[in-house]
């Protein structure tokens, strides 16, 4: 598995995507991809998950804060969990299977 830009390409299959892809992680079974999308622009569902042939398996679910800035801005694996954080400051853990936020917290 590799990315250039906005192209993930796992074997032989390359998807493209609406931005380059900021952040890769693979947890088990799956691929998860983060798009860069900068602070003063607005793209909220710019996490998603991808098995390992390349089919699409969800897009992360909004922000649940009714905020300017909605787009996640960095995505990890904490404690076995996946995590993300906006850039209002707002950390999340993400249901793998799902795409669903799980649980909410202020980083600031």
Do not use: C, H
Request: overall charge negative; glycine content about 6%; hydrophobic content about 35%.
């Amino acid at each position: 598995m590799e990315f250039n830009e906005n192209k993930l390409i796992i074997d032989d299959t390359a998807i493209g995507f609406r931005s380059n892809v900021g952040d890769v992680l693979e947890i088990n079974e799956l691929i998860f991809v983060r798009l860069v999308v900068l602070p003063d622009e607005s793209d909220p569902t710019n996490v998603l998950a991808f098995d390992k042939d390349g089919n699409k398996v969800w897009e992360i679910e909004s922000p649940p804060e009714e905020r300017e800035q909605r787009s996640y801005k960095s995505l990890n694996l904490v404690d076995g969990n996946l995590r993300v954080t906006n850039w209002n400051g707002y950390r999340y853990r993400v249901d793998v299977d799902t795409g669903e936020v799980t649980e909410t917290g202020y980083t600031r």
